[in-house]
């Protein structure tokens, strides 16, 4: 079960054949994921590392049956592989590449509305249910199948507390990394939604970041809809106002967006907050107690 | 990026907003010569001069004074000149003014303040307008958020025109200012999308004795997104206004950040580079920086971050966190003792590796001879580096 992805996801990687996107489109398949093929426009009918590729989206779906996409093109080109996987009827899209100017995925979410599928991302890891597909640049080894979801929108934090889980003997059931942009696919919500859906997830670790007020609405739903134990972890403490820390979503400004007023929100909702990222391991398990 | 004020009333004009009529002063004796032509233009002799930074609250921090004639406004801009001028957002040391803008005075029948930015919850880009223009809009949004007025944009129609009409007769304009300010708000839109900003601010946005509507002041800021595909916007980047070791972080690609602590940081990952902050902070000590080497860094790109950090005198320690995913231990090795090797370690250096290729990352830093301490974890790490800086105070 798990969500979002599993054995049965027949992925094909937009942009295959550049270096990001026949790397990652290798380690996918390493890790056991269906891999049906790429595609680049302009190169289809070639085969790239084992994989064919296609000039368009819909050739490959309807070629390959590919229900889920990978999106490795440039920044000014994503938008567009976004909307082409929706179009050919793709339903889970995950899109890796980091830089999309905001107007651009203002645009594409507007042309999204309506539509079925589910984009993750821009800006992410990816998504990854350990033992059945890695649809991602997550380094594979660190997860391992188990009960806590991860939802977070963070890369490397999202490392940081798959590696602790699975240290711990937890495991992740599926970890989802929703990415750092202001405007993007899943948000914390509708993940927390299929968390709590999932009979294979137990307990949900959610790891969050200053700017914007997701985590405040994240907050408010748990309190009311999650029955699953939460525990979480807000970065930014000392980051200062104004500022744009790597990630473009990731600024205060106008007093909204601080971490110290997150954790204060999740706190009230009964959340568990990690005092330090060394600690999302051991306070999540503290949790499911 | 943020521009200056000057620079955001010229793009604003190319798309046909009006602005009043105004020179950019880039030496010190340019002020009269600025203001003799717009006085002979305008014929009045009430000019405005303004000091060029990038930081809000110019007018209570002295940087924005009326003056009437040629002589008073070259003593008002030699007197902002080259100095340092302090509002509430520049900090206590100020900005120093190496720009003005010259222009003319309005005769002001109303304040009113615009802008327009992205809605991060909704998806969608905001036209946001008040009849509390010139004051401070968090202000206004704290104290009577009803009084600020709201049109969310369908980017597939664009702003609508009843929308801008909505927003200004709910400002209670009437006439041929309303449909002044309907199409000021149509032409704003216009440029926030044509130029892929991230916020157009006019504050105060004036209603002229002669029922004109100009743009008075006018903060601009760009996504840095998109600012390959904006090389006029790009050009306007002004490098006095930015920390020169951002700058020189930038040419390598890297994500950097001053901070005034003491302890440098180099991590891959935002998120991870934020909560190394914290952790730091959380064992009593201060981050010197946020630095995110990225995902797909060289050894070259991780020399260079190197030598951003210990090149900051204030830099007591270092702490180099690592979760490599993309980003491969290895790496971060090579790249610290080439750097290590080429300039030197003046300060403790803490090193936490973990992920792909942690073991060749392991024993290259072991096998270096370097004197490097090495972390378990992260909180480990934190722990060593903040033990090893304040011991050196002590």
């Known amino acids: ?289 | 990026m943020k521009i200056h004020e000057y620079q955001a009333k010229s793009l604003l004009s190319k798309f046909g907003l009006p602005i009043p009529m105004g020179i950019a002063v880039l030496e010190v004796g340019g002020a009269s010569a600025a203001a003799e032509k717009i006085i002979q233009t305008t014929q009045n002799e009430t000019v405005v001069v303004k000091a060029q930074i990038h930081a809000g609250g110019r007018g209570k921090g002295g940087g924005v004074k009326v003056v009437k004639g040629v002589a008073a406004a070259q003593e008002a801009g030699t007197k902002m000149f080259g100095k340092p001028l302090v509002t509430h957002q520049t900090g206590p040391e100020g900005r120093i003014v190496k720009r003005l803008l010259v222009e003319q005075g309005v005769a002001i029948a109303r304040e009113l303040y615009a802008s327009i930015l992205v809605d991060r919850a909704r998806s969608r880009v905001v036209v946001m307008v008040s009849a509390a223009g010139g004051m401070d809009i968090e202000e206004v949004a704290a104290k009577s958020p009803e009084s600020i007025l709201m049109e969310h944009v369908d980017p597939t129609l664009g702003l609508a025109a009843f929308q801008a009409r909505n927003l200004a007769y709910a400002l209670g304009l009437k006439d041929q200012v309303a449909k002044n300010a309907t199409a000021f708000l149509l032409k704003l839109y216009e440029a926030f999308m044509a130029l892929d900003a991230s916020l157009v601010e006019i504050n105060p946005l004036v209603i002229t004795a002669d029922q004109r509507v100009l743009a008075l002041d006018c903060k601009m800021t760009f996504d840095d997104n998109a600012l390959e595909r904006h090389k006029e916007v790009a050009e306007m980047r002004d490098l006095d206004e930015e920390d020169p070791t951002e700058t020189e972080a930038r040419k390598f690609d890297l994500n950097f950040i001053k901070l005034d602590g003491s302890i440098g940081c180099m991590v891959n990952g935002a998120g991870l580079a934020m909560a190394t902050m914290d952790i730091i902070k959380y064992f009593g000590a201060s981050p010197a920086n946020f630095l995110d080497v990225g995902g797909g860094a060289t050894k070259e790109k991780v020399t260079a971050a190197f030598k951003i950090l210990t090149s900051d005198p204030g830099v007591k320690g270092i702490f180099v966190n690592i979760f490599g995913g993309i980003m491969k231990c290895d790496v971060i090795a090579g790249g610290v003792i080439a750097a290590v090797a080429e300039i030197g370690l003046r300060v403790p250096l803490v090193v936490r590796l973990a992920g792909t290729n942690v073991e060749i990352g392991t024993k290259m830093l072991a096998e270096s001879g370097l004197p490097i301490t090495t972390a378990t974890d992260m909180a480990d790490g934190a722990r060593k580096v903040v033990a090893l800086v304040s011991g050196r105070k002590n």
Not at chain 1, 170 to 194: H, N, R, Y
């Open chain 1, 1 to 289: 079960m798990a969500i979002l992805a599993n054995s049965q996801t027949r992925v094909v990687v937009q942009g295959l054949t550049g270096a990001a996107g026949s790397f990652h489109a290798k380690q996918m398949r390493d890790y056991g994921t269906v891999v049906v093929g790429g595609v680049t426009p302009g190169k289809g009918g070639t085969v790239v590392e084992g994989f064919p590729i296609y000039d368009t989206v819909a050739q490959a779906v309807k070629a390959t049956g590919a229900n889920a996409s990978v999106i490795f093109v440039p920044p000014f080109g994503s938008a567009d592989a976004i909307l082409e996987a929706a179009g050919a009827g793709v339903e889970l899209i995950v899109c890796i590449t980091e830089g999309i100017p905001v107007l651009d995925m203002v645009r594409a979410k507007r042309a999204m509305e309506g539509k079925s599928c589910r984009l993750v991302g821009p800006n992410c890891p990816g998504v990854i249910t350990p033992g059945a597909a890695k649809l991602g640049i997550m380094p594979g080894y660190i997860h391992k199948p188990g009960s806590v979801g991860i939802v977070s929108r963070s890369g490397t934090l999202t490392y940081e507390a798959a590696f602790q889980l699975t240290e711990l003997g937890l495991g992740q059931s599926t970890a989802v990394g929703i990415g750092g942009d202001p405007v993007k696919g899943l948000d914390f919500i509708e993940c927390l939604t299929l968390f709590e859906a999932d009979p294979e997830t137990k307990a949900i670790l959610l790891i969050g970041e200053i700017g914007g007020t997701s985590e405040e609405d994240a907050a408010a739903f748990i309190k009311a809809n999650v029955k699953k134990p939460v525990a979480a972890f807000v970065a930014g403490l000392t980051a200062p106002p104004g500022r744009r820390m790597g990630h473009a979503g990731a600024i205060i400004s106008g007093g909204k967006g601080k971490a110290s007023d997150k954790i204060a929100a999740l706190q009230e909702a009964g959340i568990a907050i990690a005092p330090t990222p060394a600690e999302l391991g051991k306070t999540m398990a503290k949790a499911m107690r």
